[in-house]
């Protein structure tokens, strides 16, 4: 039974540091390609970043150069260190999988970030 659990959510001031993680089991996850999502009240799920099976990241503009992605295959778990936190990276932040070209089809629970100012 594949599962994605995240953690690491929580309550921070604007300016402030939050790491999500994101463990994986019941699949060969560490072969997947893994990525971040958000999703605010009111609005959709968004990308956020996503890192390729071998470690190459990728950033959705809004939170790069404050956004870190990483994944350790070992232990089939993937982070999101998230620095210089804004109110509007406010949302229910959710882990993703896909295999090879696919489309992201594996989810997580999600987790709740809020920024307050």
């Known amino acids: 039974h594949e599962q994605l659990v995240e953690s690491g959510g929580g309550l921070v001031q604007a300016g402030g540091s939050l790491r999500l993680s994101c463990a994986a089991s019941?699949?060969?996850?560490?072969?997947?390609?893994m990525g971040w999502f958000r999703q605010a009240p009111g609005k959709e799920r968004e990308f956020v970043a996503k890192i390729s099976w071998n470690g190459s990241p990728y950033y959705d503009d809004s939170v790069k150069g404050r956004f870190t992605i990483s994944r350790d295959r070992g232990q089939n778990t993937v982070y999101l260190q998230m620095n210089s936190l804004k109110p509007e990276d406010t949302a229910v932040y959710y882990c993703?999988?896909?295999?090879?070209?696919?489309?992201?089809?594996?989810w997580g629970q999600g987790t709740q970030v809020t920024v307050f100012s």
């Open positions: 993703g999988a896909r295999w090879s070209d696919s489309s992201f089809n594996y």
């Open positions: 019941g699949r060969a996850f560490s072969y997947f390609h």
